[in-house]
């Protein structure tokens, strides 16, 4: 079906606040991944679904980082009490399976905090 | 831990030319896959070229090919007959082929990125 999805595209939010963003997987991907891309890091690994399994979280870079995939598909990756330094693109990608070695993004959500 | 390096922060082509980007990378694995991605100012990540390390033959995809020197850990990526849409950020990735390898779940491992210009 179509590709993977994001929302929101932009997204501005004041230090502080909590910041929801969510990632469509292309249609029957059970594997899910989200990535940030800042400028001083470049792309960075946050933490990855396997269907239904526990999510490995190796890669969150704080505990105001969490997220969750609801029924093996959608996945929602929420920041609490954002800081400037949380201002970045934040990228998700599917691929069929784990063992799929091509993953595919989606077009990103541009956070900035104020 | 697997490191990936892309020693050219931008590059600059004209019209028509042949360009290369480079990549190194370092691992201790002997069994993994290694991609290009270009990212245009869309934001969305583009699968360009993807290598599996236990092939010897270069990948190739049209007018993009790569040089994959498994010994010395190099990936470089040629652009044959540039066009103006191939202006972008192009990323190198590494990716673990056993799952649960040191850590690793299949996630990407990137370059800091090469930012190429097309002139026309």
């Known amino acids: 079906g179509a590709g993977v999805s994001q929302s929101p595209s932009n997204k501005v939010t004041e230090k502080g606040k909590d910041v929801e963003l969510r990632c469509d997987p292309i249609?029957?991907?059970?594997?899910l991944y989200w990535y940030r891309q800042s400028l001083g890091q470049g792309l960075e690994f946050l933490i990855y679904f396997q269907g239904n399994s526990a999510p490995d979280k190796s890669g969150l870079p704080s505990d105001r980082f969490s997220a969750e995939r609801t029924g093996g598909s959608v996945s929602t990756l929420t920041i609490q009490r954002t800081q400037q330094e949380d201002s970045a693109v934040y990228l998700c990608a599917s691929s069929l399976d784990p063992h799929q070695e091509t993953q595919y993004f989606g077009p990103g959500t541009r956070l900035l905090v104020l | 831990a697997q490191t990936v390096t892309q020693s050219q922060p931008e590059m600059s082509v004209q019209e028509a030319e042949t360009v290369t980007l480079s990549c190194t990378y370092d691992t201790s694995e002997s069994d993994y896959y290694l991609f290009w991605y270009k990212q245009p100012p869309s934001r969305q990540m583009i699968l360009v070229i993807r290598q599996e390390a236990y092939k010897q033959q270069n990948a190739t995809e049209n007018r993009f090919s790569v040089n994959f020197q498994k010994a010395a850990k190099s990936f470089s990526l040629k652009i044959s007959d540039s066009q103006l849409g191939d202006a972008a950020m192009y990323f190198c990735a590494y990716r673990s082929h056993r799952m649960n390898y040191g850590g690793s779940q299949g996630n990407l491992i990137f370059g800091k990125g090469t930012k190429l210009s097309v002139k026309p």
């Open positions: 249609s029957g991907h059970t594997a």
